[in-house]
């Protein structure tokens, strides 16, 4: 089931086996949740296998390069910035840098079973008015997919025990998020972020420590060494070129930074791959 809007706005549902056939749909430009409804789901995600339960829900951008071994039933939401842009409505969602665009492996949900409930119940609204057609309908599903990501996010936080800390410290750490997924082929210092978000590297460093997340200076490279890998498996670029494109002034200074966060060489990495 989908919806398409007079400017470009798409969002579709589906739920049963077509997971391949829904991801590849031919919308490059749209946000993903994935809600697995059986055991024994294995993906590859940029390079990194996933093995997901049942009830286990993730959340992909358009970048992210999916290879399904093995999937059984599960549900799927896809949407685009035009029919609802988490960046311009972030101050009511707030799952910029959390859900979506958060430099590092896509985040996988568990929801607890009182959370099950309520998605359940938020699913079928989503449902109810994609099946209406009447002049108010891309409005209702937009209020419904609020409601949608928002439970997520809930469901994320609680997880990483983000909901028992200052928000405004949360806040810091999703756009510090958002700025590395935005400017990590540039920007491979923490100070470089420190700058645009007008805080000192050490109120970033001791903020990230609170909330027991990696340190910036991880989160930076985690990001350049999933994005070096997703090109090594997935494109043709020699290793180069890789380099260049990740900000790398030579080929010596990529290598050495691949091996010491991969344990693998790049060519080696791309052998494997193969």
């Avoid at 919806?3 to 470009?8: A, D, L, Q, S, T």
């Avoid at 009830?55 to 896809?78: D, E, H, Y």
Wanted: proline residues 3%; glycine residues 6%.
């Amino acid at each position: 089931m989908e919806y398409k809007g007079p400017i470009g706005e798409y969002f579709s549902m589906n739920s049963g086996h077509g997971i391949s056939q829904w991801l590849n749909d031919g919308r490059d430009d749209a946000l993903t949740v994935l809600w697995f409804l059986e055991n024994g789901n294995e993906l590859e995600i940029d390079g990194v296998k996933q093995s997901l339960g049942e009830n286990s829900v993730l959340t992909l951008i358009p970048q992210n390069q999916v290879r399904i071994s093995k999937a059984g039933a599960c549900k799927v939401l896809r949407f685009n910035k035009d029919f609802f842009c988490i960046i311009n409505h972030d101050s009511e969602v707030g799952c910029k840098g959390l859900l979506f665009y958060g430099s590092r492996v896509v985040p996988v949900l568990r929801p607890s079973s009182d959370e099950l409930e309520i998605y359940q119940a938020v699913w079928k609204m989503m449902e109810y008015e994609l099946k209406s057609s009447d002049q108010l309908q891309q409005e209702m599903l937009q209020t419904v997919l609020k409601r949608w990501l928002l439970l997520c996010a809930r469901t994320y936080k609680r997880q990483s025990k983000m909901d028992q800390v200052d928000h405004g410290q949360v806040d810091l750490v999703r756009e510090y998020n958002f700025l590395v997924e935005q400017h990590f082929k540039d920007k491979h210092a923490v100070s470089d972020y420190a700058e645009l978000l007008n805080k000192s590297p050490k109120t970033l460093s001791n903020t990230f420590k609170k909330l027991n997340q990696d340190s910036p200076l991880q989160i930076i490279r985690n990001r350049i060494a999933i994005e070096a890998k997703r090109l090594l498996r997935y494109t043709e670029q020699n290793v180069s070129e890789i380099a260049y494109e990740l900000g790398f002034n030579d080929l010596q200074s990529f290598s050495r930074f691949f091996k010491k966060q991969v344990n693998l060489s790049p060519s080696d990495f791309r052998v494997e791959g193969v």
